[in-house]
C-alpha cells in the first residue's frame, strides 16, 4: 500500500541527522525557530483569552524546538511526529527536561484521551498535509485535545501564490499542490510523472479563507489573525492564526 506524502518526512530526517543538523531550518537558518513563528506564539499567549501556562501538544514537532523554548517558560508536554528519526532527535535535544515525544500520524489522534491539553501548536505541518481529508481530521482531532477554552496556534502556508514566478523559483504546481522531485515517489499516494521524473505532493496550498471556514467546522474558533499575501519578493503567501476551542469537536 502506497503511503501518505508526508511520510516522507522520514527520509528528509534521516538526511538531516546524518548531516549533523539538530533542527528543520539548519542550515539554511542561524535559528532554530523562525522569528516570526516564535513572535506570533509570543503575541498568542499574551491575549486576555489565552492560556498562560499547563500542558501543551505540538504537532508536527519535528526536533522540537518550539516545545523547549516553551518548556523554558513553565510549560509541560508532549511533541508528536510521524518521523522516528526525529523523534529520536527531538528526544536527545530535551533530555532532562520530562518533555514526551511519540512518533504518529498527526491525522490520526482519535486514541488520544480528550480535552487534556491547554496548548496545541501546528509544528508547521498543516500545509504538508496534501489530502483534505487529512486537512479535516487534523483540525478536528487538535480541537478533541484541548480543553475548552484551550488555545491552538497555526502557522502555515497558503493560497494566492504568484505560481509562474513560485515555480521559476522552486517546484511545479498543480491543483493548488506544490510537487517536488523525489526519485523514489511513486511508493506515496499522489506521485506523479512530471516532464518524465516521479514528483511528489509536498505541499498544500489552500486558500486561506478556506483554512479559517475549516477551522471554525472542525470547532476551532480565529481569534488572531495574520496574512502576509504573496508578493514579488515572496510568492507564497502565509497565514497565523490564533484560535480557541469551542463547543463539541
Request: proline content about 6%; some cysteine.
Amino acid at each position: 500500500m502506497a503511503k501518505k506524502a508526508y511520510a516522507y518526512h522520514e527520509t528528509l530526517y534521516r538526511h538531516l541527522a546524518a548531516s549533523g543538523a539538530r533542527s528543520w531550518n539548519e542550515p539554511r537558518m542561524k535559528r532554530a525557530i523562525e522569528p516570526g513563528v516564535q513572535a506570533f506564539i509570543e503575541d498568542v499567549l499574551a491575549q486576555p483569552w489565552a492560556p498562560k501556562t499547563g500542558r501543551a501538544i505540538e504537532l508536527g514537532c519535528g526536533t522540537a524546538p518550539v516545545l523547549r523554548w516553551l518548556h523554558s517558560k513553565g510549560w509541560r508536554g508532549e511533541g508528536v511526529d510521524i518521523s522516528s528519526t526525529a523523534i529520536r532527535m527531538a528526544r536527545r535535544e530535551a533530555r532532562g527536561t520530562g518533555l514526551v515525544f511519540t512518533p504518529g500520524d498527526v491525522t490520526l489522534l482519535g486514541d488520544r484521551p480528550a480535552s487534556t491539553f491547554d496548548l496545541a501548536l501546528d509544528g508547521r505541518c498543516h500545509h504538508c498535509l496534501t489530502e483534505p481529508a487529512d486537512r479535516a481530521r487534523f483540525f478536528a482531532g487538535a480541537a478533541r485535545l484541548l480543553r475548552s477554552g484551550g488555545a491552538f496556534i497555526l502557522s502555515t502556508m497558503c493560497a494566492p501564490l504568484l505560481k509562474r514566478e513560485f515555480e521559476a523559483l522552486h517546484h511545479p504546481v498543480a491543483g493548488g499542490v506544490v510537487f517536488t522531485p523525489v526519485a523514489d515517489a511513486q511508493g506515496y499516494r499522489g506521485a506523479k510523472r512530471i516532464r518524465g521524473k516521479w514528483h511528489l505532493p509536498s505541499q498544500a496550498l489552500v486558500a486561506w479563507p478556506a483554512i479559517l471556514k475549516l477551522m471554525r467546522k472542525c470547532g476551532l474558533e480565529p481569534r488572531l489573525i495574520r496574512l502576509n499575501l504573496a508578493h514579488k519578493g515572496d510568492p507564497l503567501s502565509y497565514l497565523s492564526v490564533g484560535a480557541t476551542r469551542v463547543g463539541a469537536a
